[in-house]
T-cell receptor, first 116, second 118 residues
Framework: AQSVTQLDSHVSVSEGTPVLLRCNYSSSYSPSLFWYVQHPNKGLQLLLK??????LVKGINGFEAEFKKSETSFHLTKPSAHMSDAAEYFC??????????????FGTGTRLKVLA | GAVVSQHPSWVICKSGTSVKIECRSLDFQATTMFWYRQFPKQSLMLMATSNEGSKATYEQGVEKDKFLINHASLTLSTLTVTSAHPEDSSFYIC??????????????FGPGTRLTVL
């Protein structure tokens, strides 16, 4: 079965410093992996998606993630945090290869706090 | 592109009444939509998968008679919470697949609906 594990429930960084949000996945197939961001009382916004075309994926708002098969990781990074980045971040894997459905399997989320 | 809307954004109702939440794909056709429930400070829980023109597929433990889902067109799915009770209070989020813009397995999410049952 496919799964994702977000290693940190909370991450705090100072404004202008790098952001690292960690995600490990488990999959028997080549997975489709996603990062979404959720601001308070809002829906989820797609940051980026990995689909095996390139291991380094660039997303919106300066975020990027690198797919590392040997480490089964898909960590999200940003060189310089902005106050507006404070939100909940979800790492997601598509269950399509396993179940044939397009369900998502969600990580438990990482709350990013940006300090002034 | 790939915009999903929900209406209403928040609703307060009395216990025992029914509430309908609409999910619309604004600029694309969605054969599949999903309904999620999110409790405070938690991840999303999939309630059901809604397929246009057919019955919804509910996740284990979700009462299909309690949460009625209709996907009558390629741009609209509705979730009706019947005989709502305070324990149904939650944040409900829908999503839709848009294979054109993100690939077959990419979901785009609505802004959510906050339901409070008194």
């Amino acid at each position: 079965a496919q799964s994702v594990t977000q290693l940190d429930s909370h991450v705090s960084v100072s404004e202008g410093t790098p952001v690292l949000l960690r995600c490990n996945y488990s999959s028997s197939y080549s997975p489709s992996l996603f990062w979404y961001v959720q601001h308070p009382n809002k829906g989820l916004q797609l940051l980026l998606k990995y689909t095996s075309a390139a291991t380094l994926v660039k997303g919106i708002n300066g975020f990027e993630a690198e797919f590392k098969k040997s480490e089964t990781s898909f960590h999200l990074t940003k060189p310089s945090a902005h106050m507006s980045d404070a939100a909940e971040y979800f790492c997601v894997v598509s269950d399509y290869p396993t179940s044939g459905t397009y369900k998502y399997i969600f990580g438990t989320g990482t709350r990013l706090k940006v300090l002034a | 592109g790939a915009v999903v809307s929900q209406h209403p954004s928040w609703v307060i109702c009395k216990s025992g009444t029914s509430v309908k939440i609409e999910c619309r794909s604004l600029d694309f056709q969605a054969t599949t939509m999903f309904w999620y429930r999110q409790f405070p400070k938690q991840s999303l829980m999939l309630m059901a998968t809604s397929n246009e023109g057919s019955k919804a597929t509910y996740e284990q433990g979700v009462e299909k008679d309690k949460f009625l889902i209709n996907h009558a067109s390629l741009t609209l799915s509705t979730l009706t919470v019947t005989s709502a009770h305070p324990e149904d209070s939650s944040f409900y989020i829908c999503s839709a697949r848009d294979w054109r813009s993100g690939g077959a397995d990419t979901q785009y999410f609505g802004p959510g609906t906050r339901l409070t049952v008194l």
